[in-house]
């Protein structure tokens, strides 16, 4: 005879356990960054999401700039008005 396991109770007690110990892995918030920003902090925002280095991400914006302006110039403005900043999520 074979136990079934509840799958949900599972999941929920996985959920709680994560929480409990602090590991915010679970649920990453985008945001722009107050701490990591040159103009209005979309790419130091992206860095921490992706868990990336921000000068990486800011030398591919700007070979990219360099190739597209007005398409990554859009892009950033809109990012810049879409995106909460740090401090109204935390």
């Known amino acids: 005879m074979v136990n079934k396991v509840d799958i949900s109770a599972v999941c ?3 959920i709680k ?3 409990k110990e602090g590991n915010d892995t679970l649920m990453k918030k985008l945001y722009r960054s107050n701490t990591q920003r040159m103009i209005a902090g979309v790419l130091g925002g ?5 868990n990336v280095d ?3 991400l800011r030398l591919v914006f700007v070979v990219l700039f360099i190739m597209s302006f007005f398409t ?7 990012a810049a ?10």
């Open 12 to 14: 929920v007690y996985t």
């Open 17 to 19: 356990y994560l929480k």
């Open 46 to 50: 992206l860095a921490e999401y992706f």
């Open 54 to 56: 921000v000068t990486i």
């Open 72 to 78: 990554l110039s859009l892009i950033y403005l809109a």
């Open 81 to 90: 008005i879409i995106i909460p900043a740090e401090r109204d999520v935390y």
